[in-house]
């Protein structure tokens, strides 16, 4: 879609944008990678489709993307060596993706990842850029620099997180990729499993029902889960994640590690505590409390991990399976935190 733009004035142009905004205040994304985290793997789709508040489609664009890396294998993505290959680099279709974004609700099934990735490659692009025009930078007459547009990080008005929304739930997820999901909420009534039928499915077709699905999602679940751009940052690994837990987690201890957090007992000051996904209120509540505790805080399980923050007890998986083969105590979010504010008091006194 042309946005017809190049002969109006700016107030013309800022009211035609104001109308499309309003008019579809929602855009989801599914993105296609060679690998799950940012830092080190690369885009090679993306899938954005907006919608009006009652649902309707209102505009779809997808783009395969040339990271001029090694795309990884085909059955992570669906894509050739050669699509990928012919396609454009993110660069090339930066502005497209920021038109689609931009003053919009970002809506994504896994914000930590997808809101990662754009973020990622949209810093690529602008440091691309910025390589591809230094040459041509020339003083102008009067001293004055040319400014160039060297483009932007999308700049969404609030990003939600529908894979934290189910999570925060309650409910037991079988299976957490996004069909699975659907499934569970009877809106998907295939396989999530892989399988050749689905393998021979194109990749912009299976981005599309993803991005679909995702939107139908969000219409189905009430208070989804929303950040703000500026309250997130990226992680080691590229993840998106709130500014505190990505903080909390680089910090260096308050005290020394004194082991296993002992059932029955009382948090110490050093106790070193792992979130895992099966929690019903904000990771930032958590962590907030374990710090204002003298607790750290970490991302991984490890032997020095004296806690772990879990709301299920049967059918433990990733993290809590682990700690529990490791002997390390489980505790659910609201004892936790409640613990944890025992503790700061306790200590203030």
């Known amino acids: 879609m042309s946005n017809g733009n190049h002969h109006l004035s700016r107030e013309e142009r800022r009211a035609r944008r104001q109308a499309e905004l309003e008019r579809a205040p929602f855009v989801v994304a599914t993105v296609q990678t060679s690998g799950i985290h940012p830092a080190s793997a ?3 789709a993306i899938d954005l489709a907006t919608f009006t508040p009652s649902g309707e489609l209102d505009e779809h664009v997808h783009h395969v993307l040339n990271p001029k890396a090694d795309p990884g294998p085909p059955h992570l993505h669906g894509l050739s060596k050669e699509e990928v290959a012919a396609a454009p680099t993110f660069a090339g279709v930066a502005k497209s993706i920021c038109r689609m974004i931009d003053g919009r609700t970002l809506i994504t099934f896994d914000m930590a990842l997808t809101w990662g990735f754009i973020v990622s490659e949209s810093k690529r692009a602008i440091a691309h850029n910025r390589r591809a025009h230094a040459p ?6 009067g001293g004055k620099r040319n400014r160039s547009n060297f483009g932007h990080v999308p700049k969404p008005v609030a990003l939600i997180d529908m894979l934290t929304t189910v999570r925060r739930t309650g409910a037991t997820i079988e299976d957490e990729r996004l069909r699975g999901v659907a499934r569970q909420w009877g809106l998907f009534d295939g396989s999530p499993q892989a399988s050749r039928e689905r393998a021979s499915v194109p990749e912009a077709e299976f981005s599309f029902e993803s991005t679909q699905l995702t939107w139908d999602l ?4 009430e208070n989804p889960v929303s950040y703000k751009a500026e309250e997130l940052k990226a992680d080691r690994c590229g993840l998106q994640r709130t500014v505190l837990r990505v903080d909390a987690a680089q910090a260096d201890a308050a005290a020394e590690n004194p082991g296993a957090y002992q059932p029955g007992g009382s948090l110490q000051p050093g106790m070193e505590v792992v979130l895992t996904p099966q929690i019903e209120l904000p990771d930032t ?6 710090i204002d505790a003298g607790l750290s805080y970490s991302e991984k399980l490890g032997r020095g991990s004296s806690l772990v923050i879990c709301n299920h007890t049967q059918d433990l998986k990733g993290k809590a399976m682990h700690a529990q083969r490791k002997n390390i105590p489980l505790m659910a979010d609201t004892a936790f935190v409640e613990l944890a504010r025992q503790a700061a008091t306790a200590a203030e006194n």
């Open 136 to 141: 041509k930078q020339r003083r102008r007459r």
């Open 285 to 290: 509540e958590i962590i907030q409390a374990a």
């Open 42 to 44: 690369r885009m090679v």
């Open 218 to 221: 969000y219409a189905a679940i």
